[in-house]
T-cell receptor
Framework: AQKVTQAQTEISVVEKEDVTLDCVYE???????LFWYKQPPSGELVFLIR??????QNEISGRYSWNFQKSTSSFNFTITASQVVDSAVYFC???????????FGTGTRLTVIP | DAMVIQNPRYQVTQFGKPVTLSCSQT?????MYWYQQKSSQAPKLLFH???????NEADTPDNFQSRRPNTSFCFLDIRSPGLGDAAMYLC?????????????FGDGTRLSIL
C-alpha cells in the first residue's frame, strides 16, 4: 500500500535559519514519482519539484534543495536562509505508474518568524 | 499566462441547496482533477477526467458529480450539500500521463454551508 508520512506537523524558524522538512514514503512499486508542493495562505498548491525513482541525484534550486534516498525511502526538502515568504504548508506526494492519483502526506506547516 | 482558474473563490450555500463550482484552464491539459481539502488536512481526490473519460474514486460520495463539456472547462456539482461538505475544493490539471506529470492547481473555492 502507498503511504506518505510527514511527521513534522508544524515547524517555526527565525528568518535566515535553514530548515529541513522530512518526508518518508512507502510503495511496493519500483517505478514511482515523488513531488513537493507548497500551499501558501492564499490556498493554491504550487508545484516545486518532481523526482522519479530512478534518479537519486540531489537537486538544488536557489535556496531550495532536495535529498532523495531510496535506502531510507525519504525525500527531504531543505530551505536555506529561510524568508517570511516561505511560510506555507508543504506537502510531499507520491504517485505510482498506473495509479490514478497523487498520495499526499498530511503536510508540514512552516512559519518563518521575522 | 496559462493557468487554472476557479470560480468563485468563496461560495456560501444553504444546507441541501445544490451548488456548482467551476474550473477552467488555458494550459490545454487533457487531465482535470477535483480535490476536496478540509481544514489542516491533505487534499483528497474526488474524481478526474482523462480527456472525456470520467474516473470516480471509490469513496467519493454520490452527492458529488462532475461534468466536463470541453477540454477547457470542468464543473463540480454538489447535489445536496451537508455541513460535512464545507471545505476548500481544488481543481488541477496535468498533461498525459497523469501520474507522471506535475499537477497545476487553481486557487481553490472555499465552500461554506449554512
Amino acid at each position: 500500500a502507498q503511504k506518505v508520512t510527514q511527521a513534522q506537523t508544524e515547524i517555526s524558524v527565525v528568518e535566515k535559519e535553514d530548515v529541513t522538512l522530512d518526508c518518508v514514503y512507502e510503495t511496493r512499486d519500483t517505478t514511482y514519482y515523488l513531488f513537493w508542493y507548497k500551499q501558501p495562505p492564499s490556498g493554491e498548491l504550487v508545484f516545486l519539484i518532481r523526482r522519479n525513482s530512478f534518479d537519486e541525484q540531489n537537486e538544488i534550486s536557489g535556496r531550495y534543495s532536495w535529498n532523495f534516498q531510496k535506502s531510507t525511502s525519504s525525500f527531504n526538502f531543505t530551505i536555506t536562509a529561510s524568508q517570511v515568504v516561505d511560510s506555507a504548508v508543504y506537502f510531499c506526494a507520491l504517485s505510482e505508474v498506473g495509479a490514478n492519483n497523487l498520495f499526499f502526506g498530511t503536510g508540514t506547516r512552516l512559519t518563518v518568524i521575522p | 499566462d496559462a493557468m487554472v482558474i476557479q470560480n468563485p473563490r468563496y461560495q456560501v450555500t444553504q444546507f441541501g441547496k445544490p451548488v456548482t463550482l467551476s474550473c477552467s484552464q488555458t494550459l490545454n491539459h487533457n487531465v482535470m482533477y477535483w480535490y476536496q481539502q478540509k481544514s489542516s488536512q491533505a487534499p483528497k481526490l474526488l474524481f478526474h477526467y482523462y480527456d472525456k473519460d470520467f474516473n470516480n474514486e471509490a469513496d467519493t460520495p454520490d452527492n458529488f458529480q462532475s461534468r466536463r463539456p470541453n477540454t477547457s472547462f470542468c464543473f463540480l456539482d454538489i447535489r445536496s450539500p451537508g455541513l460535512g461538505d464545507a471545505a476548500m475544493y481544488l481543481c488541477a490539471t496535468s498533461r498525459d500521463p497523469p501520474t507522471v506529470q506535475p499537477q497545476h492547481f487553481g486557487d481553490g473555492t472555499r465552500l461554506s454551508i449554512l
